[in-house]
């Protein structure tokens, strides 16, 4: 079946509108993944975006179940046209940038699945909306996946002041620092592998809708270059703004904390991305790195108002 000019026109704005939003999805939530190691000193900020940007990358080309499931679960294919994809999309670049302009850590996937489920309402009815796959996918994994990343981070922080408080802080301070820049650069690998594909099943989903590929099918090899270099361009381009906002400005940690939060943020959306749940780092980071703070006294240690600074730089 052929298509038409007009929606080729508005199938190619989509993959456009798509790629703005996954650039958007770069700057405003993989930023969470190097907050914490900046704030400890781990990590340099300069090194921590570059680093974030190079793994969202590496990370987006390493799974697509995320993406067949918003490609072929999420909605009735048949009734799904490639406007109504594009007002879900445009619904959520602008809470993105919204919420970045404000430093607020929201979350760019449920605001893309908020946009494409009101819009794909509006535009073709609730019907055309598969309901228990939402609640499965996107609802229950948004209220378990932080609980278990702060449980697992808690746990992991009592350990390792358990096992290292006889050992002087001097000792310490340096294999924790290091365990914290492995577990974050893990975070942002799980973040490109997860949030990546989110892009990626939006750009297959208009393309099954207007018969340029054919239903249940993943993404092409395109699609998966293509997003991956855009959420890794929007992390080097701004992350800076959500790194202080998660590395100072709601909670300050120590390595320890640091390394048992990113070990269990990393663990957590790795496992939902395999699992082709509907997960940002957005509420798993905050969680893991909350409750290690409450788990053990922390000494404040963190990085230098002239450090963040120089990000912006």
Same mark, same amino acid.
């Given at each position: 079946?052929?298509?038409?000019? &007009? ?6 704005? @989509? ?22 190691? !900046?704030?400890?000193? #781990? ?6 975006? !570059? ?6 990358? $590496?990370? #987006? ?27 879900? $999309? ?14 607020? %850590?929201? *979350? ?24 228990? @796959?939402?609640?499965? =996918? ?6 378990? +996946?932080?609980? #278990?990343?702060?449980? +697992? ?6 350990? +390792? ?30 973040? /490109? &592998?997860?949030?990546?594909? =989110? ?10 809708? #207007? ?11 395109? @699609? ?6 855009? !959420? ?14 998660? /590395? ?6 120590? &390595? ?13 959306? $790795?496992? *939902? ?7 940002? &780092? ?6 893991? *790195?909350?409750? %290690?703070?409450?788990?053990?006294? %922390? ?9 963040? *600074?120089?990000?912006?730089?």
């Amino acid at each position: 079946m052929g298509i038409g000019v &007009t929606e080729l026109f508005v199938v190619i704005t @989509v993959i456009v509108v798509a790629l703005i939003f996954d650039f958007t999805n770069g700057f405003h939530d993989s930023a969470n993944a190097m907050a914490g190691p !900046i704030a400890t000193g #781990a990590i340099r900020p300069r090194t921590a975006v !570059i680093l974030g940007a190079f793994l969202n990358l $590496l990370g #987006a080309c390493l799974s697509t179940e995320v993406a067949k499931t918003i490609s072929g679960g999420f909605f009735d294919d048949q009734l799904i046209t490639a406007s109504i994809i594009l007002a879900g $999309l445009v619904g959520a670049i602008v809470w993105n940038l919204m919420t970045w302009l404000f430093g607020l %850590p929201s *979350s760019s996937s449920h605001a893309l699945f908020g946009g494409l489920i009101g819009a794909v309402i509006v535009g073709a009815g609730i019907a055309s909306v598969h309901g228990w @796959v939402s609640v499965s =996918k996107v609802l229950l994994p948004a209220i378990v +996946a932080p609980l #278990a990343a702060g449980i +697992a981070a808690a746990w992991a922080t009592r350990q +390792a002041y358990r096992i290292t408080r006889k050992t002087p802080s001097v000792h310490t301070d340096t294999g924790f620092k290091h365990g914290q820049a492995f577990t974050a650069s893990m975070v942002a690998l799980a973040h /490109g &592998t997860s949030d990546g594909q =989110k892009t990626m099943g939006v750009i297959t989903l208009v393309l099954v809708a #207007a018969n340029l590929q054919a239903a249940g099918t993943g993404p092409q090899m395109w @699609v998966i270059i293509t997003a991956g270099l855009a !959420i890794g361009l929007g992390t080097y381009s701004g992350g800076w703004r959500i790194m202080r906002t998660m /590395g100072k400005g709601i909670v300050q940690i120590e &390595t320890p904390q640091g390394a048992a939060s990113g070990a269990a943020t990393s663990a957590t959306i $790795l496992a *939902s991305a395999h699992l082709g749940f509907g997960l940002s &780092t957005t509420p798993s980071a905050p969680e893991a *790195s909350w409750v %290690p703070v409450w788990a053990e006294e %922390p000494r404040f240690a963190g990085a230098s108002p002239a450090a963040w *600074s120089s990000l912006g730089s």
